[in-house]
Nanobody
Framework: QVQLVESGGGLVQPGGSLRLSCAAS????????MGWYRQAPGKQRELVAT???????NYADSVKGRFTISRDNAKNTVYLQMNSLKPEDTAVYYC???????????WGQGTQVTVSS
């Protein structure tokens, strides 16, 4: 069983930066994408950014130009660098690793990001 362990959340002022990390404890095999989703209170979970093993990246429009996703395939780790944070970025951020043919889909437990002055 693969576990995804997130770190790096916290409280930051508007305009600040945070870096999230997510490490998979086991083997993430095959053609897959790792990424980040978020869920704010009272809202549905939404995509933030994903990156495939080959490096194909997808961002939500709301974070383009501010967030950068990257991954280290050798370490089965994905990162999210978040700059110019806004109060509306406040949410629980969840790490995801999914096989593109649906063979598996793993979620982390989530890390809280709060943007407030």
């Amino acid at each position: 069983q693969v576990q995804l362990v997130e770190s790096g959340g916290g409280l930051v002022q508007p305009g600040g930066s945070l870096r999230l990390s997510c490490a998979a404890s086991g083997s993430i095999f095959g053609t897959n994408a790792m990424g980040w989703y978020r869920q704010a209170p009272g809202k549905q979970r939404e995509l933030v950014a994903t990156i495939t093993r080959a490096g194909i990246i997808n961002y939500a429009d709301s974070v383009k130009g501010r967030f950068t996703i990257s991954r280290d395939n050798a370490k089965n780790t994905v990162y999210l660098q978040m700059n110019s944070l806004k109060p509306e970025d406040t949410a629980v951020y969840y790490c995801n690793a999914g096989h593109l043919a649906g063979l598996y889909n793993y979620w982390g437990q989530g890390t809280q990001v709060t943007v407030s002055s």
